[in-house]
C-alpha cells in the first residue's frame, strides 16, 4: 500500500485543525463534522485544547484517499510547543503550510518554513480562509515569494474571495471546480487571462527539471497534463518548487484537491530513499531501507502519560514490520521491550491493527523502558536513529507544591510530565532548594502545571527562581572566639584564632590549620572545621552561602577538662562569623552567557535592551540577515528574558543562556537584597 507521511505546519490560528478536520470528513475517516469552536474537532481532544481553541500536542489523523495511507500529523501553531513541532518534521516525508487568506505570512510562517527547509521536506502551501472579510490571495502569494521563497507557485487559482468565494481553477487541468462539492465547469472568462499567465509560469518552472521537457517546451510543442503533473513531482520533491494551493477549510473548498496534490506531489517512503542509522556492533552509520523484506527499525517520536491508558508510545516504522503481540529490541536502553496490541491513532480514538509495516506510523501502550527520541528494532540486527533535536528549555520558574500530599505527588509526577514533552526541564538549584521547571514560554508552563492538577491531581504554583547570591569578604581580618560556659560538674571550653583572607573569583573556599606547640590538641581540629564549615553555609551579610574565602586556624587555647568537640565547633562558627563581619563583606550574583540570535533589523533593540539589564554586548556576528549577539548579564534580570526577547523581536529571536561566573553586586542594589532579607 502507497503511504505519504505529512506534518501540517502554520502560524497560530492559521486554520490547519480546521483544516484536518474537514480533510477527515472528505475522506469518510469521519462522519460528523467537528468544529474548533465548539471544541468538537478530532484533533484537539485534550481538554485544555477544548477550552484554549489551540492545539497543545500534535496528533496523528491517517486517512484512507484513492488507495493511498495518509498519515496526517496536525501540530500545535503557537511558538511555546514547539517541540511537538520537531517531533512532526521528524517523522514525515513532506509538509504543508497553511497561511491565512487574510492575515498573509506571519511569523510562526517563516520559522516552520525554516525549519522544514532544515529537514529537507518537500511541501505545499494551502492558503486558507478564503472565504474571510479582507482575504485576499494576491496579495498572500506576494508576501510568500517575498519572504518564503520565489519558489512558491500558484497550482490553483480563487474564483471570487470573501463572501463570494466560490471555487477554485486548477492551473494543471484548466478545469474550474464550484462549491464544497467540487463541481466542475468551465474557468469564468474574467479569470481566463490570469490563469493561461499563471499556468504558463507553473509549467515554465516545472520543466526544469527534467531536459527532455525544457526542449519540448523551447521547441513550443505541446506538453501532455500527464507530463505536466509528473514534472511539478519531480520539481517538488527536488525541493525547486512549492505548489500553492487554496480553499476554505470550513466551507471545504479545495479538500479533495488537496488531498489529491498530497497523493500526485509529495513523496512515498520509498522515495524518500534510505535514512542514516548507526549500527550498534559496528559502530558505523548505516543504510536502512524503507522495505518490509528488511529488519525491523522503528524512532518512538512522542509519548503521552495517561493516568488511565498508562503510557503510550507513538512509533514511526523505518524498515521490516512489527506484529502485535511480539517483543522488540530497545537500542538505546539495551534492554527488550514487550510489544502488546498495536495501533493506528486517529486523534484519541485507537484503532487495533495486528502489524505496522515500513513507512506506517503507530501506537503502542505500556512500554517499560521506551521513552521519546529511542530506537526500537530487530535485536539480531541493533541500530540506533539520531534522536530528535528538542528546542532549548530557557524559560525557568521555581515550583512549588501547594500542600503536602502534593509535594508527596510531585516527585513522581514531574518525570512523567517531563517524559511526555522533551522540551521541558526539570532541575534542583542546591544553592536556593527550589526545583526549577524550565520551559519554552511562559504558556508553556502554565500549560504543564495544568496538566499535572488535572491528569495527576497535583496542585503547584509558579514563582520566578530565587537568585543564587553567594557573600565574600574583601579584605584580609583575624578574629578570635572563646567559647566558655560554667555550669556544675563539666564546663565547655573551646578558643580560637581564624585568619581570613580574600580569594580570586571561582576560589572556593579553603581551611588550612596552622597550629604550632600543641595550642589546640590535634584531635579537636576537625571539630573546628567542622563548625567553620557549617556557619559558612549562612554568611552575616544576608544569609548566603560563603564563598572565595581561606580560613587558617592558627591559634587557641584549650582546658583539660571542659574542652570538648562540641566546644571547638562552636567557637570555630563564631569566629567565623566575627572574622566574615570585620572582613567588609560583599554580595556575588551570577553572571550568565547569552548567545541571542536574531534578523539583522532587531541588532539595535536587542543591545539597548541589554544595556538596561545591566549587560555587556561582548561580539555580534551578523550573516545572511542573522545577527548573533554575544553578551553577558546578570541572571536577576534574565529572569524573564524569554518574555522579553519575544515581544522585542515578536517571536523571531531565540537564545540560549548559561552560567559563567560570579560579580560584586553593585553597592546600591546589595543594599536592598540585604533589606529585603531581612525583612
Known sequence: MQIRNVVLLSHQGAGKTSLVEYLLFTSGAIQRLGNVRDGTTTSDYD??????HMGINLSLLPIQWKGMKLNLIDTPGYADFIGEVKSGLRVTEGA????????????????TWNDAEKAKLPRLIFVNKMDRENADFFSALEGMQAKLSPKCLPLQLPIGSQSDFQGIVDLVTMKAY?????????????????AETSREKLVEAAVEIDDELINKYLGGEA?????????????????????????SALQGIGTQQLLNGICHYLPSPEEKGVIIARNVATGEQEEIKPSPETPFSSLVFKTTADPYVGKLSYFRVYSGVISSNSQSWNANKGSMERIGQLFTMLGKNQQPVPQLSAGDIGAVARLSSTTTGDTLCAREHPVIFPGIEFPKANFGMAIQPLTKTDLDKMSTVLP???EEDPSLQIR?????????????????????????????????????????????????????????KQTGGHGQYGHVFLELEPLPR???????????????????????EKGVNEAKQEGVLAGYPVVDVK?????????????????????????LKRGLSQGQPILLEPIMNLKVTVPEAYTGDITSDLNTKRGRVLGINPGNGISVIEAQAPYAELLRYATDLRSLTQGRGSFVMEFDHYEEVPAHLSQKIVADRKK
Request: aromatic share 6%; net charge negative; charged share 25%.
Open 96 to 111: 504543508i503550510i497553511v497561511i491565512c487568506a487574510a492575515s498573509g505570512v506571519e511569523v510562526g510562517t517563516e520559522q
Open 428 to 484: 534542583r538549584e542546591p544553592d536556593t532548594n527550589e526545583f526549577i521547571i524550565s520551559g519554552i514560554g511562559d504558556s508553556h508552563l502554565e500549560i504543564a502545571k495544568e496538566r499535572m492538577r488535572r491528569k495527576f491531581g497535583v496542585e503547584v504554583k509558579l514563582d520566578l527562581p530565587k537568585i543564587p547570591y553567594k557573600e565574600t569578604i574583601t579584605v584580609s581580618t583575624k578574629a578570635e572566639y572563646k567559647h566558655k
Open 47 to 52: 481538554p485544555l485544547e477544548i477550552e484554549r
Open 178 to 194: 464550484i462549491g464544497t462539492a467540487g463541481q466542475e465547469s468551465e474557468i469564468p472568462a474574467t479569470l481566463r487571462e490570469q
Open 551 to 575: 580560613v587558617s586556624l592558627y591559634d587557641g587555647s584549650f582546658h583539660p577538662v571542659d574542652s570538648s568537640d562540641i566546644a571547638f565547633k562552636i567557637a570555630g562558627a563564631q569566629a
Open 223 to 247: 506538453i501532455s497534463d500527464e507530463e505536466i503533473l509528473a514534472a511539478i513531482r519531480k520539481s517538488t520533491i527536488a525541493g525547486k518548487l512549492v505548489p500553492v494551493f487554496v480553499g
Open 506 to 528: 571561582g576560589g572556593g573556599f579553603e581551611f588550612v590549620e596552622k597550629i604550632v606547640g600543641g595550642a589546640i590538641p590535634q584531635n579537636y581540629i576537625p571539630s573546628v
Open 416 to 418: 512523567r510530565i517531563c
